[in-house]
């Protein structure tokens, strides 16, 4: 695919290579909290391609803006497309909600004990 980088929350299923990644990574879940930082909020959750999910502690997790490259778009149905609606409503009123917050700096991926940026 590499085509531009679409809207956020693309379709689980989708495959994209991170910043200064060399690995990629498939979409497999949305606003993930990271267990060490119950605050910090990711916007997708990610198993390495094409290995999958080999062990529940290897959830790597990531913001849109730290996608630099979609090499396949997941199923984007009827379906997909409603959820996108209201995860994104959900995302809003939540954002409203803690607009009080101080403001945190773009977080790098939570890196699992396997490095996904090493071959």
């Known amino acids: 695919m590499n085509g531009p980088i679409r809207e956020k929350y693309l379709p689980v299923g989708s495959v994209v290579l991170l910043k200064n990644g060399t690995k990629r990574v498939m979409i497999n879940g949305f606003c993930t909290m990271d ?29 849109h803006n730290q996608i630099v490259r979609v090499d396949h778009l997941g199923l984007d149905d009827e379906e997909e497309k409603s959820f996108k609606i209201k995860l994104k409503e959900i ?18 991926p939570a890196v699992p004990p396997v490095n996904p940026f090493q071959s």
């Not at 990610?46 to 990531?62: A, I």
């Not at 607009?99 to 790098?108: E, G, K, L």
């Open 35 to 63: 267990a060490s930082n119950p605050d910090r909020v990711f916007d997708y959750s990610g198993v390495l391609f094409p290995e999958g999910s080999l062990s529940s502690d290897q959830t790597l997790l990531f913001d």
């Open 91 to 108: 995302v809003a009123a939540s954002e409203q909600g803690s607009a009080a917050a101080a403001p945190t700096a773009p977080a790098q």
